[in-house]
Each structure stands twice: as C-alpha cells, then as structure tokens.
C-alpha cells in the first residue's frame, strides 16, 4: 500500500499569511494527488486535483504543486474560513489512500 | 446540483450488519465511479472502497475486505454499502463521494453529508 505522509499535523496562522503543507507519497503517484479541506461537520471539500488544477469554485488563494512523491499545498492570503484540516490522497493504486491531515488553526 | 444523501447509520452491537444507502442526484449516476469513505471519532479521513460505474469493478481497504460490499443500482441512483461483522474499530461517519475517473487525478469531487456507523455493545 502506499503510505502519504503529511507536515505539519498542526499549525498555527495569522490571516493574511502564506501557508504551505507538504505530502509525501512512500512510492511515485505520478500526480494522482489530491487535496481536500475538512471543517467539523460539513463534507470534505476537493480543492486541487491531479496535483496542481484548482477544483471549480475553489479561490485562488489555493494552488498545489508537486509530481511523483513530494506535493505542497499553498495557501496564500490565509483567511478566516480558511481554520479546517487538509488532507491529501492518492488514486495512482488501490487502496486509495489518504494523509494523516493537518490541522490549520487561525 | 449534485446532491449526495447517505443514510443508514445508527447504533448498532458487535457483529452485527447495517446497510448504508446513498441517494444521488443532479448528475448522470450510471456514468461516475463512486466511493465510500470514512472519518473514525478523533481521526483522519479513511478510504473504504470504490466501485466503477457499471458496478464490475469494485475494490476495497484492506480493513474491510471480506466483511463490507459496495454495491449500486443505477436504475435508482443509489450506491450501497454492506456491512457485515461489525466491529467497534468501524464506528465512523461515513462518507460517499462522486468520483470522475476520466478527470486527470480521479479525485472525490463531490461528497455527502456523511451518516454516523455506531457499534458498541
């Protein structure tokens, strides 16, 4: 199985900040890599898919990067709305998989 | 608009089984992948298994294997899931998701609200 390995599991943040977390995949996934936001109680949310296309209707605040093992998630201009946890997830094989999360706290 | 509906979930004993349902409109059902994933109490997100559009492709994590079937019924745009021989490490809120396998990356593009799987005794 490959295993995605997030960093940081938790950060903190001021609005207007750039933050950027890495996900790295224990084998190459090509860029069958995606990125979704989490808040408490609502449905995951599809940010960047096949590492760096901005879902529709996703701000442009949010942009990915990335191919092979190594993909970051940037988040630039941190905003209020923004306080959920990301994950990241492979679809290059079965089990598809996903990070452990990381939290961004505002 | 795309309108994912699970149903299903409840409190439920060890070994027991439970039928997830998913209700799906606002798109061409018969045509998407669809997935099943889930969210432990505490936890991060947990893929649990995939199905094709045509249901002759389904795949499965390997914690589930052998006790949970997807499933789907096109005629009336729903996707299952069985879940038999429950366990307490099951207890999560479960999660469908739209998957378009022809879009570069084949993400889960569309989620449902989610329906909380319970098992305690």
């Known amino acids: 199985d490959i295993q995605m390995t997030q960093s940081p599991s938790s950060l903190s943040a001021s609005v207007g900040d750039t933050v950027t977390i890495t996900c790295r995949a224990s084998?190459?996934?090509?860029?069958?890599l995606n990125w979704y936001q989490h808040k408490p109680g609502k449905a995951p949310r599809l940010l960047i898919y096949?590492?760096?296309n901005l879902q529709s209707g996703v701000p442009s605040g949010f942009s990915g990067s990335g191919s092979g093992t190594d993909f970051t998630l940037t988040i630039s201009s941190l905003q209020p709305e923004d306080f959920a946890t990301y994950y990241c997830q492979q679809s290059f094989s079965t089990p598809w998989t996903f990070g452990q999360g990381t939290k961004v706290e505002i | 608009e795309v309108q994912l509906l699970e149903s299903g979930g409840g409190l439920v004993q060890p070994g027991v089984s439970l039928r997830l349902s998913c209700a799906a409109s606002?798109?061409?059902?018969?045509?998407?992948?669809m997935s099943w994933v889930r969210q432990a109490p505490g936890k991060g997100l947990e893929w649990v298994s995939l199905i094709s559009s045509s249901g002759g492709n389904i795949y499965y994590a390997d914690s589930v294997k052998g006790r949970f079937t997807i499933s789907r019924d096109n005629s009336k745009n729903t996707l299952y899931l069985q879940m038999n021989s429950l366990r307490a490490e099951d207890t999560a809120i479960y999660y469908c998701?739209?998957?378009?396998?022809?879009?570069?990356?084949?993400?889960?593009?569309?989620w449902g609200q989610g329906t909380l799987v319970t098992v305690s005794s």
């Open positions: 998701a739209k998957v378009p396998i022809a879009v570069a990356g084949k993400p889960h593009d569309y």
């Open positions: 084998q190459n996934v090509n860029n069958y």
């Open positions: 606002g798109f061409t059902f018969s045509t998407y992948a």
């Open positions: 096949a590492a760096s």
